[in-house]
């Protein structure tokens, strides 16, 4: 009868620890759930913050109009509005002919002293910057960059990155010392006739 005992005592507490071992691992794989569905969550967010973030770039291209004409093409190919764009040129401070004839330097220019308050994502803002008539050798020659910071839509975040200014990198910065020699003249004939034509006037 004593051995009936301890052996159903023995049964009861196999029992107990099966038991306890099921609820132990029952835990476990709701634990191991619960970080996964976090992590999933977790990549999830970055995934879409990394869809609607703003990206800002900005770099020197050949303009439309003429090969011998650079234009300074700010875009922004993110997925989110930028708001409070920020420009610091760093390095030379490259030449910049102004509207009213005047040339100065990119530091002087508005857009890059004070800045863009908005740009759409995908959409870009483009600059006649120079031309490279008689100047060739001296615009390759600049070392130049353009620090960027700007905010997402709702301005709860802030980006920041820097973008060289890579004249070398233009396909058709490349013209030969004749080509260059001649469109100084066309230019300077140009000029000539416009003369001609204000004092006729």
């Not at 569905?37 to 800002?56: D, H, I």
């Not at 020197?60 to 011998?68: A, F, G, L, M, Y």
């Not at 483009?126 to 615009?139: K, R």
Request: charged share 25%; aromatic share 6%.
């Amino acid at each position: 009868m004593l051995e009936s005992i301890v052996l159903e005592a023995g049964v009861s507490d196999w029992a107990q620890v099966i038991a306890a071992i099921g609820t132990m691992a029952a835990a476990t794989v709701a634990v191991v759930a619960a970080v996964q569905s976090y992590r999933s969550a977790k990549q999830n967010n970055e995934t879409n913050e990394q869809m609607v973030r703003p990206r800002v770039v900005v770099y020197v291209d050949n303009s439309e109009q003429d090969i011998s004409f650079v234009d300074l093409v700010i875009l922004n190919e993110g997925g989110g509005l930028a708001r409070d764009i920020r420009f610091t040129v760093s390095g030379d401070d490259p030449p910049m002919s102004f509207s009213d004839g005047s040339a100065k330097q990119l530091s002087d220019f508005d857009v890059i002293s004070k800045g863009i308050k908005v740009l759409p994502a995908k959409a870009s803002r483009s600059y006649f910057m120079l031309s490279t008539i008689g100047q060739v050798d001296e615009i390759l020659a600049l070392q130049s960059s353009l620090a960027v910071t700007y905010a997402n839509s709702n301005g709860t975040k802030q980006y920041e990155d820097v973008f060289d200014l890579d004249f070398n990198s233009l396909p058709k910065m490349r013209f030969t010392k004749e080509e260059t020699s001649n469109q100084k003249k066309l230019v300077g004939e140009v000029k000539k006739i416009r003369k001609v034509l204000e004092k006729t006037q």
